[in-house]
């Protein structure tokens, strides 16, 4: 199965560390509950605790303190975690995952396409720029792997299923 995961980034850690921070309380409280790979629905259960919802999360990833990632653990063929992904669809979400992704992907050529998902601010662009990525990813590591790609893209992104690109 396939789970939507957060891990905290660097700045995470550092914010949580961070006694004078200027993060609300509640976020950094929420924050503070993440370990590494926290599943989305644990997430947003805690986030529930503290009276949030998943508009914490969301702000937490525009931030730059959450990181999403795909856990995959069983057959690729069972459904990813689809209420969590639901409550969770966005452009900061889905922009996050795809730098994240073409990071580890690229290693040191990352920097560049996190430049240019700084630069998209619509589902749309997101979208046009997924497809160059997913042409980059078949041609160095084959089709099975853009097709996970696309996959996952295709969960975080609320156009993706009624448009004609990715």
């Known amino acids: 199965m396939t ?3 957060f891990n905290k980034t660097r700045a995470g850690v550092a914010e949580v560390d961070d006694r004078h921070s200027p993060l609300p309380q ?6 503070g509950t993440i370990t590494t790979r926290s599943k989305a629905e644990t997430l947003l259960n805690q986030a529930k605790s503290l009276g949030l919802d998943a508009s914490a999360i969301r702000e937490l990833v525009r931030r730059g ?3 999403p990632m795909f856990d ?3 057959p690729a063929h069972e459904p990813a975690n689809a209420n969590a992904c639901d409550e969770l669809r966005c452009l900061d979400i889905a922009r996050a995952y795809a730098t ?3 990071r580890d992907f690229a290693g040191d050529a990352g920097d560049a396409f996190r430049t240019l998902f700084a630069m998209v601010d619509t589902e749309a662009d997101l979208l046009l720029l997924l497809n160059n ?3 980059v990813i078949i041609a160095v590591e ?6 996970r790609f696309t996959r996952h893209v295709r969960q975080l992104v609320s156009q993706a299923e009624s448009a004609d690109v990715i």
């Open 142 to 147: 084959g089709a099975e792997c853009a097709a």
């Open 26 to 31: 509640k976020l950094r409280a929420l924050l």
């Open 72 to 74: 995959e653990t069983g």
């Open 133 to 135: 990525c997913i042409q």
């Open 100 to 102: 994240a992704y073409m």
């Open 3 to 5: 789970h939507l995961c």
């Open 65 to 67: 303190l959450l990181e």
